[in-house]
């Protein structure tokens, strides 16, 4: 689905939409859709701009990564409000280094008098992914020894801390 600027100048356009999983792809092959994306909102083209657009909304998904800690499958839902605004490209800024004033930062651009909606939802979704993907508070990872899942057997390696203050002195003797 697509928001065109030309129809946003006529009239808001409301949306709600479902995508079932794979349809949206979220560009990495460790994130998994799980489950459908549901978005309801509305499109409109602020009066008093220059082409600038905004979407607001609600999106409901579910997502499945590795656990950054034992590598077993990690589940993260999205359930959040969003308040998107668009400029035209060529309002945007330029190649070169400028400083962005705060209000800008949110401020997204699009090309060709269209905005994508799957393009909107899965910015979204990817800005409201966890930097750190845990299956459980609880979850004590891979042994670096053996590399056994720890949550899953108990193994009785001995992690030994390595002291490399005298690191210098063994590539003398060497």
């Avoid at 994306?37 to 997502?63: C, F, M, P």
């Avoid at 004590?140 to 030994?160: A, D, F, L």
Wanted: proline share 6%; with cysteine.
């Amino acid at each position: 689905m697509f928001f065109s600027i030309a129809d946003l100048e006529k009239r808001k356009t409301h949306f709600d939409v479902d995508y079932p999983p794979g349809e949206i792809d979220l560009l990495d092959p460790n994130l998994t859709q799980v489950g459908s994306i549901q978005a309801t909102g509305v499109a409109e083209l602020l009066s008093h701009t220059l082409g600038e657009v905004r979407i607001k909304g609600h999106l409901q998904a579910a997502v499945e990564a590795p656990c950054d800690r034992c590598l077993e499958p990690a589940r993260t839902g999205i359930d959040s409000d969003f308040d998107l605004f668009y400029r035209p490209a060529e309002t945007g800024p330029l190649m070169e280094e400028m400083e962005v004033a705060e209000g800008e930062i949110e401020i997204a651009f699009y090309e060709d008098d269209r905005i994508e909606l799957e393009d909107v939802l899965r910015e979204f979704i990817l800005l409201a992914l966890p930097m750190q993907w845990v299956c459980g508070a609880e979850c004590k990872g891979i042994c670096p020894v053996c590399g056994q899942n720890r949550n899953t057997s108990v193994c009785h390696c001995e992690v030994k801390p390595v002291d490399d203050r005298w690191a210098a002195l063994k590539k003398l003797s060497s």
